[in-house]
């Protein structure tokens, strides 16, 4: 193991389960004498003083002998001494330190079980400092000229480098085994590191909901808390404060009454409090830092770093490490290395420049030379994000056509990312009971109990099903001998295969929903009948009647038996009811959705179907999900297995029901499996890797790397269409195409290209290097604003296509505040999600609502989504033209994030909140099974308006209504969001107009036949 013992000095909260900016991103604030920790709150010293108490002397004299004695600083050191902490790397970066010491050459894809990759200024130091003759490049966040403003953030690559020390023999440590210092070392407690300070404490709850309370600390003036926290609530109501009970610091307290019919109650008392007396900070680290101080180095004078942010300028003369900027471009960083041609390449996020280059040609082509060509150094190559795994081709054996083929360019994968993996190195080596979050060292988390998977079910139908199979060889046999059209074929197979799956009823009135059939691409309506005779009409009498024989078997004599899939349906459903306090949702496909909600209804009581049923497509079900009663249990039964862009990982089920034959149940096993395990790729024996990867992967009990190929290649056919449709890497939007007689903003750029833009969506536009927000249908309505868009800029990504400012903010938050706790008055959040989910929960119960009263009442969707609209229009809300109505529902995107595919309505919420409490009311009133008990209306509201003063404050540019604790987050997402328009191509606009559809176009994407969709 390494001979050094290594150290950071970088400030950290030392907050027990915090250790802030390192946890989850969270700023420290700077204030005169101390910093405070904007995660928890907490209010702490910088540096230490172990000399103004007197209370440390024999540790000050005992290392004294290392310092000269003519040294008259030496005491004074002791006033402001940084606080060390220990680095602890995980078993798989040791294995890493270990393994570069006698690898020569290699380029590896190494998929990372963490969001972040923070060793490898450990791994580079230790390498170069074994290898004086080597040389090592980083490419990575690096932040140039490094200053504190007002916040501590987290470290990029050169600050956290700038920042660690070791000490060397490490095998030799002195430690505390003098009494006395052994004593000193104890005494030293939470008050030499916590700073006492005066605080107002702010309580909000809701008023008849217990469940809704929440508590901040608030650092401003009383009076300043109080406008605040009055503020804030207004925004939720006016007039909606009960009571303010309020104590300020060794004062009486007083109560307020407001409004006795006010909604919250608010409790301000000022006190003066240590902001935590728990802290988790070894003092074994200072204490043997201090006593080792002549062993103690400073990593940048033995290595010292050079910083590349500029393509040009930079010093490479008797320099063994750079540090290359990943915001350069992509030419200019592969540029710098060939002419650098260092011994060690180490890229740090490699999805992200992948990304770079994704759409590309040239960046591609170029890239992919660098790769193949550079051939005689270690290449690292870290990948952090499973949604970009499959542009590395991992278990393919030919190139997809998306991203790289790394078997075409001589990379090994190391993938450690697998549950399987994962779990199989904390089974070996533990958990860090103690730990606590380091810079330099990722947290490795047991996969079963940091990510909660549904559980799941496979339930046979009972009955020969797979027999159809037979069916299928028959016709193929036809084909063979001449006596069916191939393209037939093709259309009875998919036919039967659907048949395999389906729940319906096989035979019966082909125009109801309820009876199975399927369109043929060359043969038309295919029906049970249809291909019955057919079949008579081809094969022998013995083979007809085998068959025949075989659909009794499954459905019955005069095949009109209940389908055997939907019957075990039905006793799951009575099992479930009868046992559990859940809510079921039942996934099929579109086609399928309102045959089988008609055999429901028909089969089950009303109560029931109403109480505890909703039918849905997979792309519905995480609405599904959002809107369960959180004190319900959610199962989910299906016949198909999930789509790509449904998360297990992320899934609010707690039990997926999959029903179907023995043989398609198997092979839906294999892709769950195959989902949840992979990608895993068997290290050959002659293969470069860390001895721990080798040692994990003899114990693996999964297939070869053979048989991987030929599961991802059967998922690949299976869901092809799937795949790009919901390629999150791809396209992270879905839009609906124009139709014809909608209406549209149209807008022409200086090379005669037309882009439209449908109605009532959210744009932005550059104008003088600023960014501006507009919503289409304001434009329409108001010629002087259609006139003023002349010069401006419209972003277009390097498809030429418009991605709106929505989908990349919630892109951004989705992915920064996965750890982030958001507050709004009562009511909190624990993440971006959950606060996502809650603003657009109103929405979802109105769509719940439609599709429960057009089942109800046996009428189509756009009749009842008439009938609500009427309905919310007769509430006495501010909203009451129906068709306005309509459109808070129907105008949407549909984003796709890391966390799966989300609806982002343009009505982000009613104009006050009274009317989302009363659009609740009504459709409680109509559909009472919608009501959950663990929600409050309002809370859906504070969330859309939580959502909307984030996203429109980085617009303006104006963070001074952020909340303390999200000002990290808001600097972050402001970071990335500036780098993300910085990579769009801006497209000058020369005129715009509006204009009618006369010709289905996609829209958002420039094109250049434009005249040939709108009416002349």
């Known amino acids: 193991m390494m001979g050094r013992k290594y150290y950071h000095v970088y400030p950290t909260c030392p907050n027990r389960s915090c250790n802030e900016p390192h946890k989850s991103g969270a700023f420290l604030e700077i204030n005169d004498d101390h910093l405070r920790c904007t995660g928890c709150g907490t209010c702490f010293r910088e540096t230490l003083d172990l000399l103004t108490s007197g209370k440390f002397n024999k540790t000050l004299h005992a290392i004294q002998n290392f310092f000269p004695s003519d040294d008259k600083e030496f005491l004074e050191k002791f006033r402001k001494l940084k606080i060390p902490w220990e680095v602890r790397l995980n078993p798989i970066e040791a294995s890493y330190v270990e393994w570069l010491r006698s690898t020569e050459n290699g380029k590896f ?113 009383f009076r300043k808390c109080k406008n605040r926290c009055i503020r804030e609530l207004n ?42 007396k728990r802290i988790n900070y070894d003092k074994n680290f200072l204490w043997t830092v201090l006593l080792n101080a002549n062993k103690l180095r400073h990593l940048t004078k033995i290595v010292p770093p050079v910083l590349i942010t500029d393509p040009i300028e930079y010093e490479t003369e008797n320099k063994r490490l750079f540090l290359i900027s990943e915001n350069l471009d992509v030419e200019s960083i592969l540029g710098i290395l060939n002419e650098l041609k260092p011994d060690l390449i180490i890229f740090q996020n490699f999805d992200d420049f992948m990304e770079d280059c994704l759409f590309e040609v040239k960046k591609m082509e170029f890239l992919k030379d660098f790769l193949k060509d550079f051939n005689n150094s270690i290449m690292l190559l870290f990948s952090t994000r499973n949604d970009y795994r499959q542009l590395y081709n991992i278990n393919s054996e030919k190139h997809s056509g998306v991203g790289i083929s790394i078997r075409d360019l001589n990379i090994i994968p190391h993938t450690w990312d697998s549950p399987k993996i994962v779990k199989k190195i904390l089974e070996v080596n533990g958990f860090e009971k103690d730990h606590y979050y380091s810079p330099l060292s990722s947290i490795i988390r047991d996969p079963e109990k940091d990510i909660k998977f549904p559980e799941i079910e496979y339930v046979d139908a009972e009955k020969p099903i797979d027999l159809l199979d037979d069916v299928i060889q028959e016709l193929k046999d036809a084909v063979d001998r001449g006596l069916l059209d191939r393209a037939v074929f093709e259309d009875y197979e998919m036919y039967l295969k659907n048949l395999k799956k389906t729940p319906l009823m096989i035979r019966g009135d082909y125009t109801e929903p309820h009876v199975f059939s399927q369109n043929g691409r060359n043969s038309g309506k295919i029906t049970f009948d249809s291909l019955m005779n057919n079949l008579e009409s081809l094969l022998d009498r013995e083979k007809y009647e085998r068959i025949t024989n075989i659909f009794r078997s499954i459905f019955g004599m005069e095949f009109s038996d209940i389908n055997p899939i939907f019957k075990k349906m039905i006793q799951k459903i009575e099992e479930m009811i009868n046992a559990e306090n859940v809510q079921i949702i039942i996934s099929t496909s ?100 860390p001895k721990l990867l080798k040692d994990v992967m003899k114990d693996l009990n999964v297939p070869p790397n053979e048989r991987i190929q030929e599961i991802l290649g059967e998922l690949k056919f299976e869901y092809q269409e799937e795949l790009k449709r919901s390629n999150a890497v791809e396209k992270n939007y879905e839009y609906s195409k124009l139709k014809v007689g909608e209406n549209a903003l149209l807008l022409i750029n200086d090379e005669n290209r037309g882009i439209f833009i449908p109605e009532g969506v959210s744009i932005i536009f550059r104008i003088n290097n600023r960014i501006e927000e507009f919503n289409s249908e304001d434009i329409l309505e108001n010629k002087n604003m259609l006139e003023d868009l002349k010069n401006k800029e419209i972003l277009l990504d390097k498809r030429g296509l418009y991605i709106s400012f929505r989908c990349i903010f919630i892109n951004l938050m989705m992915h920064h505040g996965r ?61 009451r033209n129906p068709h306005y109505i309509k459109t808070w529902w129907k105008i949407h995107e549909e984003v796709a994030t890391e966390n799966g595919i989300f609806r982002i309505y343009r009505i982000e919420h009613p104009k006050n909140p009274h009317d989302m409490e009363k659009i609740f009311g009504a459709l409680f009133d109509l559909f009472p099974s919608l009501k959950s008990e663990d929600f409050d209306p309002l809370k859906s509201y504070a969330a859309a308006i939580l959502i909307q003063h984030f996203r429109t404050s980085l617009l303006k540019r104006n963070k001074g209504e952020i909340e303390m604790n999200l000002l ?49």
């Open 235 to 276: 925004e939720l109501g006016r007039n909606s404060i009960r009571f303010i009970e309020e104590k300020r610091f060794q004062g009486e307290k007083t109560v307020s009454c407001i409004n006795k019919d006010g909604l919250f109650d608010i409790a301000l008392i000022e006190e003066e409090e240590w902001s935590t």
């Open 819 to 879: 750890n982030i706790r958001f507050r709004k008055g009562p009511y909190t959040w624990s993440n971006f999600i959950d606060l996502l989910e809650d603003s657009t929960r109103w929405l979802n119960l109105i769509i719940s609502a439609i599709e429960r009263y057009s089942i109800t009442n046996n009428i189509s969707f756009d009749e009842a989504e008439e009938y609500i609209a009427r309905l919310i229009s007769s509430l006495d809300i501010t909203a």
């Open 590 to 689: 579109k086609k399928e959705k309102s045959g089988l909600n008609k055999l429901l209804k028909d089969k089950l009581k009303d109560s029931i179907w109403e109480r505890y049923i909703h039918v849905v497509t997979w792309d519905e079900i995480t609405r599904s999900e959002i809107f369960t009663d959180k004190n319900k249990k959610i199962f989910i039964i299906s016949t198909t297995i999930p789509p790509f862009n449904y998360s297990l990982a992320f899934s609010a089920a707690d039990k997926l029901i999959f029903i179907g034959s023995k043989k398609y149940l198997d092979k839906i096993e294999s892709r769950i499996n195959y989902r949840l395990d992979f990608p895993i790729y068997f290290i050959k024996e002659d293969e470069p890797a």
């Open 968 to 1016: 990290g987050l808001y600097d972050l997402v402001e970071q990335n969001l500036e780098k993300k328009i910085k990579s769009l191509n801006a497209s000058k606009i020369v005129y715009a107009t509006k204009c009618k559809i006369v010709k289905e176009v996609e829209p958002y994407v420039l094109v250049e036949n434009y005249r040939d969709f709108i009416e002349k």
């Open 109 to 221: 894809l190494i998929t990372w079980p963490a969001d972040e990759v923070r060793f490898v200024p450990i791994l580079v130091a230790e390498y170069l400092m074994d290898r004086p003759e080597k040389s090592a490049a980083i490419v990575g966040n690096i932040v140039k000229n490094s200053t504190k403003d007002r916040f501590i953030r987290s470290p990029a690559v050169n600050e956290i480098y700038n920042n660690i020390i070791f000490l060397e023999d490490s095998e030799n440590l002195k430690g505390c085994s003098d009494r006395e210092i052994f004593r000193e070392c104890r005494d030293l407690d939470y008050r030499y590191l916590i700073k006492k300070l005066r605080v107002v404490r702010c309580r909000i709850k809701r008023t008849g909901k217990p469940g809704y309370y929440s508590e901040k600390i608030c650092y401003e003036t």
